[in-house]
C-alpha cells in the first residue's frame, strides 16, 4: 500500500505546485499590460493626479510581489477583490454562476459518461464492421464542429422550428428541479454531443488496445465464453483508460462551457469571463481564470490518481 | 404516399439485392437505413422520411465526387503519388476536394464573392433575391460574398498561427532531443505549464490584456519582434557553434526578426497579429511534445551516433538526419494542429475576441446573424457549417496519413 500513497502524494504534490505556478502567470500577465490597470481603468486622457490617486487606492504602488502574495492569500480563502468595472466582490459576482456552470457541466457529464463508454465498448467489439466505420465518421464530425454551431442547430430545430425545448437558458428563483432540467436541456445537449465523440473514441481506442494484448487470446485459447472474457479478463485492466477518459473529457467540459453558455445566454461563469475579457475587467478574468484552471488540473490529478489506485499490479504488490 | 411506398420498395429491393450479392456490409447499412426509416415514419411522417432521403442523396453525391476527384487527382499525379493516392479512402479524398474548394476560394476571393466584404449594398437582414445568393447580413452586406472573404481571412489566420507555432514547438522540440540536459527539463516543464491551462481560457486571459479592439500596433509590433528574435535564438542554439558564430547569428537573428516584424505589420492588423501569436504560444507545447518524441526515437539510432563520430554538428543532424526520419508524424501533427487552431480562432471571434469588424470572418458571422435563427432561418448557419466542413475535411486527410505512416491495419 506505501507504494500507492507515495506515487498518489507524488502527484498531488506535483500538481499543486502547477497550480502555483499558474497562479504566477494569471497574476503577472496581467503586470505585462501596456501601462498598468489604473491606466487602463481610466483611458488615455486621465491626470496624472487621479492616476496616482487610483494606484494608492488599488495598492498599485507596492511592488508586483506583495501585491502577488496578498492576492494569492485572499484567493485562497476564496477573496478575489472587487472589480474594477463595477466595483461590486467578484465572489459575488462568480459565486453563484460558478454553481450555475457546475450544474451545467454535471448535467452534461451525467447523461454523457455513460452513454459514450457504452457505446465506446460496443463499437470496439464491432470494430472494422460498417457500423464502426459510420461511427467513425459521426464522432469525427462532431468532434470538428465547433460547439456554436451544434447548439445553434438544436435551437433551430428543437426550439424554433418544434418548439420542444426553450432557445434560451435563463434561470429564475424559486424554479421546481423539472423545470430546471427543461431549460438546460439544450445546452447540456450540445455539450453531450461534443464530449460524447471524443469519449466514445478514447474508449474505443484504450479497450481495442487492450483486446490484443495476449492474456486476451490466451482467455480466448482456453475457451472461455466471450462475456466472461471480457467482465472477467478485460474490464479489470481496462479500469484505468476509461476513468482516464472520463476525467479527461470532464476536463474538456470546462472549455466547450465558455462557448456553449454564450450560445444559449446561460447565467454562468463562462458568460463571466467572456463579458470581462471585453470589459477588460482584470479582477475577474484572474478569478475566472484560476477557477477554471483550477478545475482542470484537478479532474487530469483525478484521471492520473484513479489510472494509480485502479491499476491491479500496484493495488497487489508481489 | 406513393413517395412512402417508392421509398421503402427502393429500400427494400436494395438490401435483398446486397443480401443476394452476398455484399454484407452494405445490406447490414440499407437494412439498418430501412428500420430507422420505419421508426422515424411513424414519428415524423413524411417529412422525416423526405429528410432522409435528401440527406441520403447528399451523402451520396459526396461520395460519388470524392471517388471522381480521387481519380481525377491520379490521373495527374506521377506513378508513385498515383499509387498512394488509390489507397486513400473515399473519406480522405472527399477530405482533399473541400480543402481545394476553400483554397481557390480563399486564393480567388475578389474575383468569385460578387460584393467587396465590407461594400453596404442593401437593407439589413434582406432576404435573398437575384443578386444576394444568400441575402443580407445585419448591416446589409451580401452574405455571400462575406463567406467567400471569409474562408481568406480565417483559414489564413489559422494557418499563420499554425505555422508559427510548428516552428517554435518543433525547433524547440528538435533542440530539446539534440541537446537534452537541463534545455530538455526546462522546456518540458514550460510545456507542461502551458499545456495545463485550458486553452480556451488562456486565449481569453492573453486577449484581455493585448488584444481585441484595444490592441495598439506598437504593442504587437514589438510582440511579433519578440517572438521571432525567440524562434531565432532557437536556430541560433542549434547552428552555432563558435563565440563568433553566435555574434554574427545573432546580428542576422536580429535583422531578421525586425524584417518579420515590419512584414507582420504590413499584412496584418494589430488585433489579427496578437492572436496569431496568442494561438501560436498555446499550441505549441503540443507540437514541442511531438516533436520532442518522435526525434527523441530517431536519435538513440546507429546513424545519429557515426554522424556525431564523423564530426557533425547539431545543425546538420537536425537537417540531415533527423528531419527527413521523423516528416510523416509531423506533417499528419500540421493538419491536427491546423485543426486546433481553426477552431479556437473561429470560437473567440464568435465571442467577439478574435478578428475584428469589419473583417469577413466565419466566426463572427455566426454571432453577427444569430438572431435570424429565431426566424427559422438557417443563413447563419452556413458560416458555421463551413468551419465545420473544413475542420472534418482536414481531419479526413489526417487519419488517411497518420493510418499511412504508422502501417496500422488493426
Known amino acids: 500500500m506505501g507504494d500507492i500513497l507515495t506515487l498518489v502524494g507524488k502527484r498531488l504534490g506535483l500538481g499543486l505546485i502547477i497550480l502555483l505556478v499558474i497562479s504566477l502567470i494569471i497574476f503577472f500577465m496581467v503586470e505585462l499590460l501596456p501601462g498598468d490597470i489604473a491606466q487602463a481603468v481610466l483611458g488615455q486622457s486621465a491626470t496624472p493626479e487621479n492616476l496616482a490617486a487610483l494606484r494608492r487606492e488599488m495598492g498599485l504602488d507596492q511592488p508586483a510581489i506583495v501585491r502577488y502574495l496578498a492576492w494569492l492569500g485572499d484567493a485562497v480563502t476564496l477573496d478575489f477583490g472587487s472589480s474594477i468595472v463595477t466595483d461590486a466582490r467578484v465572489t459575488e459576482i462568480i459565486g453563484e454562476r460558478f454553481m450555475n456552470t457546475l450544474f451545467l457541466a454535471a448535467y452534461a457529464a451525467v447523461i454523457a459518461v455513460p452513454v459514450s463508454i457504452i457505446l465506446g465498448v460496443i463499437v470496439a467489439l464491432l470494430r472494422n464492421s460498417i457500423f464502426d466505420r459510420v461511427a467513425n465518421v459521426v464522432s469525427l464530425s462532431f468532434i470538428s464542429s465547433p460547439e456554436f454551431f451544434l447548439g445553434y442547430i438544436l435551437i433551430l430545430y428543437f426550439a424554433v422550428k418544434w418548439g420542444m425545448f426553450p432557445a434560451i437558458a435563463s434561470l429564475s428563483e424559486g424554479m421546481s428541479f423539472l423545470d430546471l432540467l427543461e431549460r438546460t436541456f439544450l445546452p447540456a445537449l450540445t455539450l453531450v454531443l461534443v464530449v460524447m465523440a471524443h469519449m466514445m473514441r478514447m474508449t474505443r481506442a484504450a479497450i481495442i488496445n487492450l483486446l490484443a494484448s495476449p492474456y486476451i487470446e490466451m482467455a480466448r485459447l482456453k475457451g472461455a465464453p466471450p462475456w466472461k472474457v471480457i467482465v472477467k479478463h478485460a474490464l479489470p485492466n481496462a479500469w484505468a483508460p476509461i476513468i482516464n477518459v472520463v476525467a479527461l473529457n470532464l476536463a474538456y467540459l470546462i472549455t466547450g462551457v465558455v462557448l456553449v453558455e454564450v450560445v444559449f445566454v446561460y447565467p454562468g461563469i463562462g458568460q463571466a469571463l467572456v463579458d470581462a475579457v471585453s470589459k477588460r475587467d482584470f479582477p475577474v478574468v484572474q478569478a475566472c481564470c484560476l477557477i477554471f484552471a483550477a478545475t482542470f488540473i484537478l479532474l487530469n490529478l483525478a484521471a492520473d490518481v484513479g489510472a494509480i489506485l485502479t491499476n491491479p499490479r500496484l493495488r497487489h504488490p508481489k | ?410
Open chain 2, 1 to 410: 404516399m406513393i413517395f412512402v411506398i417508392l421509398y421503402f420498395a427502393l429500400l427494400l429491393v436494395l438490401s435483398c439485392g446486397a443480401a443476394y450479392y452476398n455484399q454484407r456490409s452494405a445490406f447490414l447499412l440499407l437494412f439498418s437505413l430501412t428500420l430507422v426509416s420505419l421508426v422515424v415514419a411513424i414519428i415524423g411522417g413524411i417529412p422525416g422520411l423526405r429528410f432522409i432521403s435528401i440527406a441520403a442523396g447528399m451523402l451520396l453525391a459526396a461520395g460519388m465526387m470524392s471517388y471522381a476527384f480521387r481519380e481525377f487527382l491520379t490521373a495527374l499525379a506521377s506513378d508513385e503519388m498515383a499509387k498512394e493516392l488509390r489507397t486513400a479512402p473515399l473519406t480522405a479524398a472527399f477530405g482533399m476536394f473541400v480543402i481545394f474548394i476553400v483554397a481557390i476560394m480563399g486564393i480567388f476571393a475578389p474575383a468569385i464573392a460578387p460584393y467587396g466584404e465590407a461594400e453596404i449594398v442593401s437593407q439589413a437582414f434582406a432576404p435573398p433575391d437575384n443578386n444576394m445568393l444568400l441575402g443580407a447580413d445585419q448591416l446589409g452586406r451580401d452574405m455571400f460574398s462575406r463567406i467567400i472573404y471569409g474562408a481568406r481571412n480565417t483559414v489564413a489566420l489559422a494557418l499563420c498561427g499554425t505555422v508559427l507555432a510548428f516552428i517554435l514547438g518543433a525547433m524547440a522540440g528538435l533542440l530539446a532531443a539534440t541537446k537534452g540536459g537541463y534545455f530538455d527539463g526546462f522546456m518540458g516543464r514550460m510545456a507542461d505549464v502551458i499545456m495545463s491551462i485550458p486553452s480556451l481560457i488562456f486565449a481569453l486571459l492573453m486577449l484581455s490584456i493585448f488584444g481585441g479592439s484595444l490592441a495598439s500596433p506598437q504593442t504587437s509590433s514589438w510582440l511579433l519582434f519578440g517572438f521571432a528574435v525567440i524562434v531565432g535564438l532557437l536556430f541560433l542554439a542549434a547552428a552555432a557553434y563558435s563565440l563568433v558564430s553566435w555574434l554574427i547569428g545573432a546580428a542576422i537573428v536580429a535583422g531578421v526578426a525586425f524584417a518579420f516584424a515590419l512584414a507582420g505589420t504590413t499584412i496584418f492588423n494589430a488585433s489579427e497579429i496578437i492572436l496569431i501569436l496568442v494561438v501560436a504560444i498555446i499550441y505549441s507545447p503540443r507540437v514541442f511534445r511531438l516533436t520532442r518524441a518522435v526525434a527523441g526515437n530517431v536519435v538513440v539510432m546507429d546513424y545519429i551516433e557515426a554522424a556525431k563520430l564523423r564530426g557533425e554538428k547539431n545543425w546538420y543532424l537536425i537537417r540531415r538526419e533527423i528531419l527527413p526520419n521523423s516528416t510523416a508524424p509531423l506533417v499528419a501533427e500540421f493538419g491536427l494542429e491546423f485543426c486546433f487552431v481553426f477552431l479556437l480562432i473561429a470560437g473567440l471571434s464568435f465571442l467577439g475576441l478574435g478578428i475584428q469588424p469589419p473583417t469577413a470572418d466565419w466566426g463572427s458571422m455566426v454571432r453577427e446573424n444569430a438572431t435570424l435563427i429565431s426566424f427559422g432561418e438557417i443563413t447563419p448557419l452556413i458560416p458555421a457549417a463551413a468551419i465545420a466542413l473544413l475542420t472534418v475535411a482536414v481531419n479526413f486527410v489526417v487519419d488517411w496519413m497518420l493510418h499511412r505512416s504508422s502501417g496500422l491495419k488493426e
